[in-house]
């Protein structure tokens, strides 16, 4: 491996968007039969980098080599016939047709003017194959788990004959048996030749599956390194540029009784949940996808309809219809996928923020635009969302950003409760660690906060205890002395015998 | 130079449309002086008026995510129940139950939408027949006239149109940057999933919207009625797409979220100097018909190369 060539040499690539630099005079490279993970928080530079490769954008200045020549992609399929293909994190798939169509789309086999269909399916299954991956190549992707669109992604990267392949966050969407099974895969791909570049944010992963290791921060090259001389905290002082604070949960000194809820159920499948939250704890949901952890959640913030003998905030019986009133009962809530049905993206920080309290900004009838900048500037010191000004697009943070100020308007409601789904899905380990900390802050002034997560290490690092659900009921609860990866898995895998397992 | 270059940008990418006007008026002049006479200029800024005020509403639909076909249709019916009416309650009241009828077949559409859960599209289509239909009904197929009754063309005489236009324009403008409704209805159109997780009823902002745009379309339809003092079952074919394209030519994106209303005043502008230079130009009347097709690609085209620009990731400013 270190005798040949390196199959892609990156040299000084810069690039420069109005007002930053984007990407500061950076080396790398990846050799054949190698995997290379490259790192870094939202901002760092990686997506630069790789749009780049991708021939999405073109550099302001440095080279790109593959093969020991120098190249520029004018556009995203110069560089796939060069022998780059990227997968980037949203898929590029058309939901409504086949894999095979997929995978050959614009390259179809042909007879005449004919698609040869027989031939399409053979070359499909036999990429599939060779990828051991077992999907029907006629079945219609929207039909498959994201897991499975996933590695249709990839069989498509492999036919064109990819010599290098580039992942951006390939698991992001994945669940642990998932992921496995797609580390095995990125390994043989490189063992037949291949040169991967992975973009993760899962250090664990990246530990896992990487020959080296390189970290962006602010744009520039601060470290490549071998595996074997890496470990979790350098790579993440090296991503942050500085050592990340404690990492267990602080002592929660739960206060007065918030809320009350019992005997709730939800839409016929989330049943018997009963639980008491006080003011400065956090309560953790726990479960498996499809448990019922998260539409607990979503019941009481009032998007589902559920039935419940008593739900009680700071005494008083708790009637909600809707988001409206939630938020009226002075709940805040954070739903699970940020870009789905958290961001407004044509909207500005501070609307975003102050979308659902607007009229209590009211002024005759308009808004008071003073009051809206001044509460929008509070909540972004506060939280420390770093964007040019509260008037800029929501769509141009980062993720972690972005989720912050999701965050804020979760809270601009003077919320009591906080009702947090996946608090951190997609945002890097810097933003990651400030948003446990505003947790931690906001705990501690008393907030009562319930979460659900499915990342267990977040659970533990928040929830001073934990109710863990499998199939629509709430399997046992965890104080914080018994709160660990094993425990909260054997609950979460308790199955009723007719068993859904995931 | 960068700065030149950003100032440019900035005042393209703002009055680009305005700039088509200008650029067209500048060319027409030079080939014909009839175009520069008072009384034409006041026919262009009269035609560009009635297209812009149904335009308005369809920019409030757009920016909520939606648009509705069923504006021709309203525009034919309140025409056609105001006229008909004034004999009897006099123009005020003819005019007040004209907007009311806009308003609560507006509210039909939006009711429709958020009730039935029936898209947009296919829902004001469907109230497109439908009222097209009421209304060939209410006038028995047959022409309403109204003699004696000049006073009706207040609506239609002189800068009326225009001031209506101009005023609304303003309004509208108003609501959608100042109000609540109308963070609300940029809200919805954005992202609907997360405005109703913000504590948005996206419902009522629907009806709201609807109704709006119906009783701009029937504005609409009584200037057109009021300038030949008729109204039938015919009247204002076609509106729908016309209203549809000067918003989207004025720079209000289709994908929602955003609305400009002076945009939407400039792009009917556009059209309406287009179509009258056409005309001047003595350019056969089935060319005019041409025109407002290819502006829309025209304008399509732009938005989407721009949308997808990495650098409009970049934009500041909301």
Redesign the interface.
């Known amino acids: 491996m270190s005798s040949s060539p390196p199959l892609l040499e990156v040299q000084g690539l810069s690039r420069r968007f109005p007002g930053v630099l984007a990407l500061d005079h950076v080396d790398f490279d990846v050799f054949p039969g190698e995997v290379h993970a490259l790192v870094g928080e939202n901002g760092a530079g990686k997506s630069t980098l790789i749009n780049m490769l991708a021939g999405v954008i073109q550099p302001s200045g440095g080279t790109i080599k593959l093969d020991g020549q120098a190249v520029r992609f004018a556009n995203p399929s110069s560089a796939q016939h060069a022998g780059i293909s990227v997968i980037f994190q949203e898929f590029n798939l058309l939901p409504q047709l086949s894999v095979a169509e997929n995978i050959f789309i614009n390259r179809e086999p042909k007879r005449g003017p004919i698609i040869d269909w027989p031939t399409m399916y053979r070359r499909a299954s036999d990429v599939l194959d060779m990828l051991k991956i077992e999907i029907d190549p006629r079945a219609v992707v929207q039909s498959l788990s994201v897991a499975q669109q996933q590695l249709v992604e990839i069989a498509r990267a492999l036919s064109f004959k990819a010599k290098v392949i580039v992942m951006d966050e390939p698991t992001a969407a994945l669940n642990d048996r998932e992921v496995d099974r797609l580390l095995e895969i990125v390994r043989s791909l490189a063992d037949g030749g291949v040169g991967v570049i992975y973009v993760s944010h899962r250090l664990a992963e990246v530990l896992t599956v990487a020959d080296r290791i390189s970290v962006l921060r602010d744009g520039r090259h601060v470290l490549t390194a071998a595996r074997r001389e890496l470990d979790e905290p350098k790579i993440v002082s090296a991503m942050v540029g500085r050592e990340l604070l404690h990492v267990a949960c602080p002592p929660r000194t739960p206060g007065e009784l918030r809320l009350v809820v019992r005997d709730l159920s939800v839409e016929d499948y989330v049943k018997d949940v009963s639980f008491e939250l006080h003011g400065g704890e956090v309560l953790g949901l726990a479960g498996l996808m499809g448990s019922g952890s998260t539409d607990v959640v979503e019941a009481l913030f009032g998007l589902r309809s559920m039935q419940a003998a008593e739900i009680k905030l700071n005494g008083e019986a708790l009637a909600i219809d809707g988001p409206r009133s939630a938020i009226r009962s002075s709940l805040g809530y954070v739903p699970e996928d940020r870009k789905r049905s958290g961001i407004l993206p044509d909207l500005s920080v501070k609307h975003n923020i102050s979308m659902g309290i607007v009229e209590r900004l009211r002024q005759v009838v308009w808004v008071n635009e003073r009051e809206d900048q001044k509460l929008a500037e509070q909540y972004q010191s506060r939280l420390n969302i770093r964007c040019r000004s509260v008037n800029q697009y929501i769509s141009g943070l980062s993720g972690g950003n972005q989720q912050k100020v999701v965050l804020a308007r979760a809270l601009a409601g003077n919320s009591q409760v906080l009702l947090l789904a996946e608090p951190t899905r997609g945002v890097d380990v810097g933003a990651k660690a400030e948003i446990y900390h505003l947790i931690d802050e906001l705990v501690a002034q008393g907030m009562a906060v319930l979460m659900q997560t499915s990342e267990l290490p977040e659970l533990i690092r928040l929830a001073n205890r934990c109710l863990v659900f499998a199939d629509g009921k709430p399997q046992g609860e965890l104080a914080k002395d018994d709160l660990n990866q094993e425990r909260v898995m054997a609950l979460a895998t308790r199955f009723d015998v007719k068993g859904k397992a995931a | 130079m960068s700065t030149l270059r950003?100032l440019w940008q900035t005042i393209w990418e703002s009055y680009r449309v305005g700039l088509f006007v200008i650029a067209v008026a500048i060319v027409l002049t030079l080939l014909t002086p009839r175009f520069m006479q008072a009384e034409n200029l006041m026919n262009v800024l009269t035609n560009a008026s009635v297209t812009a005020i149904v335009g308005l509403g369809m920019t409030l639909a757009i920016a909520s995510g939606n648009f509705d076909l069923s504006v021709g249709s309203i525009a034919a019916f309140a025409g056609s129940i105001s006229m008909s009416l004034v004999p009897s309650i006099g123009i005020a009241g003819g005019v007040a139950a004209g907007l009311l009828t806009g308003a609560i077949v507006g509210l039909i559409n939006g009711l429709i939408i958020t009730e039935l859960r029936v898209p947009a599209f296919i829902a004001t289509l469907g109230m497109l027949t439908i009222v097209r239909g009421l209304t060939l009904i209410y006038t028995s197929g047959h022409d309403i006239y109204l003699y004696g009754q000049t006073g009706y063309k207040i609506l239609s005489a002189g800068a009326m149109p225009l001031v209506l236009a101009l005023v609304l324009a303003a309004l509208l403008g108003?609501v959608v940057k100042?109000?609540?409704f109308g963070?609300?209805v940029?809200?919805v159109?954005?992202?609907s999933?997360?405005?109703?997780?913000?504590?948005?009823?996206t419902s009522r902002v629907l009806w709201g919207v609807f109704a709006i745009v119906g009783t701009t379309a029937a504005l609409s339809g009584m200037i057109i009625s009021a300038q030949v003092l008729t109204a039938n079952g015919r009247l204002a074919t076609g509106l729908e797409l016309s209203a549809i394209a000067v918003a989207v030519i004025g720079g209000t994106p289709l994908?929602?979220?955003?609305a400009t209303m002076i945009g939407t005043l400039l792009g009917a502008l556009l059209v309406s100097t287009i179509n009258n230079g056409l005309n001047l130009l003595n350019v056969q009347i089935f060319f005019q018909e041409l025109t407002t097709g290819v502006l829309l690609l025209i304008a399509v085209a732009f938005s989407i190369r721009r949308g997808y620009h990495?650098?409009a990731?970049?934009?500041?400013?909301?």
């Not at chain 2, 999933?193 to 009823?201: K, N, P, Q």
């Not at chain 2, 994908?255 to 955003?258: D, T």
């Open positions: 950003r108003f100042y109000t609540r963070r609300h940029l809200a159109g954005s992202n999933a997360a405005a109703t997780r913000s504590g948005v009823r994908s929602g979220g955003k990495p650098r990731l970049l934009r500041r400013q909301a």
